[in-house]
């Protein structure tokens, strides 16, 4: 989606369009989904903490300053959401949802031997992400999976730029490290 597309349908959100905001949950989700999961290793949580961030998002966005600054904003109420359920005494002990991993979807042309070694690699990459410091884990699933800009990673993350630099310096050493 292009820059001038998210900020009209964010105007239009902000004005009480619910299509416009159906449209930014359908384009945003994948990205966002993504980020939350580098708090979690199972997705429900993920799932839910994204369901919490849309309805808190669709609420508040009368209070968003500025229509262009509407995806840092949203990946930050995505993070405080994370952070306080990651805090809750329920998720002191992350736990991998291997249900959840063989759901994973593949394109229906792979064979099942493929489709078993791609799952396998993705429960693979998602455990070694796991074994990241959070702070490491969620600079690199924002940088490098999500593609945001290093200032926008220090605004999500409230750090600095030279912070997330480090910080995914030290995540991709460490998972050069696991991979090894």
Request: charged share 25%; glycine share 2%; aromatic share 8%.
């Amino acid at each position: 989606m292009e820059a001038l597309e998210l900020l009209a349908l964010v105007g239009r959100s902000r004005e009480g369009d619910q299509q416009a905001f159906a449209a930014l949950v359908v384009e945003l989700s994948p990205g966002l989904r993504r980020y939350c999961r580098s708090f979690f290793n199972n997705w429900q949580d993920v799932d839910d903490a994204l369901q919490d961030t849309w309805v808190k998002a669709w609420k508040s966005l009368p209070t968003l300053n500025q229509n262009g600054a509407f995806k840092t904003w949203l990946y930050r109420v995505a993070r405080n959401i994370c952070l306080d359920r990651v805090r809750s005494p329920k998720n002191q002990v992350p736990s991998i949802d291997n249900e959840e991993l063989a759901l994973v979807a593949a394109p229906e042309y792979l064979s099942p031997e493929n489709v078993a070694v791609q799952r396998s690699e993705t429960e693979r990459a998602w455990s070694i992400l796991a074994t990241l410091p959070s702070a490491l884990r969620q600079a690199f699933v924002l940088v490098c999976l999500e593609e945001l800009s290093y200032q926008e990673a220090a605004r999500i993350t409230n750090t600095s730029e030279s912070t997330i630099r480090g910080r995914i310096a030290r995540a991709r050493k460490l998972i050069t490290e696991a991979v090894s």
